[in-house]
């Protein structure tokens, strides 16, 4: 079922409906299938198209600490913060602390 969806929503790429919502869509279905680096080319994708796009962030951070990118999750998650936080999005932006606070514990005093 997945898989279906995400040739459907590929589909969309480059026409009139391809924006943050769009890509934003794409990413989670590959983050659903365990393809992170998919997942976070175009969750990227959907905050190139709209950087308040809080949801995105975060989600982006999840594929990243996911796919092993602790210390790139951790810099999207603080930037995901400070956007939730200015749209006045707390519960974004409380998860997104918590998420934070796990990998900041994780991650080697170096990379903090």
Same mark, same amino acid.
């Given at each position: 079922m997945t898989t279906m969806l995400i040739a459907n929503l590929e589909k969309l @790429?480059?026409?009139p409906r391809d924006g943050a919502v769009l890509r934003y869509s794409l990413g989670n *279905?590959? @983050?659903?299938?365990?393809?992170? *680096? /998919?997942a976070a080319i175009h969750l990227r994708a959907a905050i190139e198209s709209d950087p308040q796009y809080s949801a995105a962030w975060k989600l982006l951070g999840k594929a990243l600490s *996911?796919?092993?990118? /602790?210390a790139e999750a951790l810099a999207a998650y603080e930037q995901g913060i400070v956007i939730a936080e200015s749209r006045g999005d707390i519960q974004a932006a409380r998860e997104m602390t918590v998420f934070a606070r796990r990998l900041r514990r994780q991650l080697p005093a170096s990379e903090n």
């Open positions: @790429l480059g026409g *279905e590959y @983050l659903k299938t365990g393809h992170f *680096e /998919q *996911e796919g092993g990118r /602790q």
